[in-house]
């Protein structure tokens, strides 16, 4: 276990809605990764949060957006949901002090559009 | 779009034989690493290589980089059944930022 959380578990949601979704990083690290991972691929980068600021930013649309808050837990926000954003979400944290800067997923948050 | 591609993208074997599954990337890196996934859920570091390293190893894993190939191979030694899981290489560009994911090579070990 790595002591990253995400909540919920599952989510289920119907085309048009939004989701937000939450991660508490593990003790003591400042950076927080998002990443999408569609049924049968590997994981997409969606965004990176560094001490509050995004500081980095994969290939998807403004209606994904997020949030880290002072202690940095974080929050993925999906708006006008589509069908396609069906997909595993997962956040990873980290700090830059840590050797190769290596980063600790958490389990997970499957969310289905309907 | 995925930077890594493995092979094969599925691999099934008996416990006590070799996995080897391989890598490919189309960039420079920084530093390419393996994780395991079970069923779906979260990743779980194996272990990472540096650019300018050749191989390494952790217990069972033996990992060989050959940055003039762009190709990395992960050989787990005498699997368990609990080696079942998908496998991911995942490259660095930088010293720190994405990670960049293949798609994975689904392993299933039967006893």
């Known amino acids: 276990e790595t002591g990253v959380t995400q909540s919920p578990t599952h989510l289920i949601k119907t085309r048009g809605q939004q989701v937000t979704l939450r991660c508490s990083s593990q003790?003591?690290?400042?950076?927080v990764s998002w990443y999408q991972q569609a049924l049968g691929q590997g994981p997409q980068f969606i965004f990176q949060?560094?001490?509050?600021?995004?500081?980095g930013r994969g290939n998807f649309p403004p209606r994904f957006s997020g949030l880290q808050f002072p202690n940095y837990s974080s929050e993925l926000n999906v708006n006008a949901l589509e069908l396609d954003d069906s997909a595993l979400y997962l956040c990873?944290?980290?700090?830059?002090?840590?050797?190769?800067?290596?980063?600790?997923f958490g389990p997970g948050t499957r969310l289905t559009v309907l | 779009s995925q930077q890594g591609e493995e092979d094969p993208q599925a691999l099934s074997i008996q416990e006590g034989e070799n996995a080897t599954m391989n890598c490919s990337y189309k960039?420079?890196?920084?530093?390419l690493q393996w994780y395991r996934q079970n069923s779906g859920r979260g990743l779980v570091h194996l272990i990472l290589?540096?650019?300018?390293?050749r191989e390494k190893h952790s217990g069972r894993l033996r990992v060989t980089l050959d940055t003039s190939k762009k190709s990395s191979s992960l050989l787990i030694t005498a699997s368990r059944a609990a080696d079942t899981a998908s496998y991911f290489c995942?490259?660095?560009?930088?010293?720190?930022?994405?990670?960049?994911f293949g798609a994975g090579t689904q392993v299933v070990v039967t006893p």
């Open positions: 949060y560094y001490r509050e600021e995004e500081n």
């Open positions: 995942a490259i660095r560009t930088d010293s720190w930022g994405k990670l960049q």
């Open positions: 960039t420079s890196i920084n530093n």
């Open positions: 990873a944290s980290s700090h830059p002090s840590i050797l190769y800067n290596e980063q600790f």
């Open positions: 290589i540096r650019s300018n390293e």
């Open positions: 003790s003591g690290h400042n950076t």
